[in-house]
């Protein structure tokens, strides 16, 4: 099956992808990262309010096949977190970037995103591994 990669996401070297809505960013995990670790079957996200700050963890998904860290690609407050994706953590495996994402951060601040990836640099970058 040929993993997506949308246009309108940066992507990150620890497969955490952002989408930048003026001040708000939409966090989550990529195609690659969840073919990779296989069924997901648990979700550890923070609380609304929490604050998250770039390249520290805020998480942990849970598949069949290993228990991996989400890290922060960017700095704010939690202003949403997916519910629905916590209940049916399945979710993440049939629709990663619509339905599946797991934060909504108001930003403190303008993002760095210098270490990111469009979608044609990551997929070069995860397909050559």
């Keep these: 099956m040929a993993l997506i990669y ?7 070297d620890s497969h955490e992808y952002v989408r930048l809505d003026g001040d708000i960013a939409v966090i989550g995990i990529s195609a690659y990262a969840i073919d990779q670790l296989g ?24 598949s069949v096949k290993a228990v991996e860290e989400v890290y922060a690609p960017v700095t704010g407050e939690i202003i949403e977190r997916n519910e629905a994706a916590l209940e049916a953590p399945e979710i993440l495996n049939s629709d990663p ?18 270490d ?8 070069a970058l ?3 591994q």
Excluded: H
């Design 116 to 123: 990111s990836y469009d979608a044609a640099q990551y997929q």
């Design 39 to 62: 069924d997901i079957v648990f979700l550890e996200l923070p609380e609304v309010g929490s604050t998250i700050a770039i390249g520290a963890s805020f998480g942990t998904v849970e």
């Design 126 to 128: 995860v397909e050559g």
């Design 6 to 12: 949308p246009d309108n996401l940066r992507y990150f």
């Design 97 to 114: 970037y619509e339905q599946g994402w797991l934060l909504k951060v108001q930003l403190t601040g303008k993002p760095d995103l210098s």
